[in-house]
């Protein structure tokens, strides 16, 4: 496996249906942001609301050059909510927040094109 943000790069080796469902992606709304500097690349600490089932989880995004922290707040994002949680500097990041690059290599947050209940998870 291999982690390329070029768009030319070849897919990743065919997987079984079962692993993709291992992947718990979920849907959640944010409901604190600030900034994160002591982080190398630009980023941002979350709290993310999945609901009453996952509940209040910690995120690092790698998201401050196209996103403002006040800006986020009750935006709804997707990320993969069964990671085991990752220390990335002084912060511990819970969930992987999810993203694409684009052609600057900045990330662009994956979210829902209309509002879905917190928790509901990607099929």
């Given at each position: ?93 819970e969930v992987l927040t999810l993203g ?11 979210a829902p094109d209309q509002a879905v ?7």
């Amino acid at each position: 496996m291999h982690l390329d943000h070029d768009p030319a790069a070849p897919p990743e080796d065919t997987i079984d249906f079962a692993d993709f469902l291992r992947v718990d992606i979920r849907v959640g709304t944010v409901v604190a942001a600030e900034p994160f500097p002591e982080a190398r690349k630009p980023s941002l600490k979350l709290r993310i609301d999945f609901g009453p089932t996952i509940g209040v989880k910690k995120s690092c995004a790698q998201i401050a050059a196209l996103y403002d922290a006040e800006a986020l707040v009750g935006r709804q994002v997707a990320a993969v909510v069964n990671f085991p949680p990752r220390q990335i500097g002084k912060a511990l990041s819970e969930v992987l927040t999810l993203g694409f690059a684009d052609t600057e290599g900045r990330v662009v947050l994956f979210a829902p094109d209309q509002a879905v209940p917190n928790g509901s998870r990607l099929f």
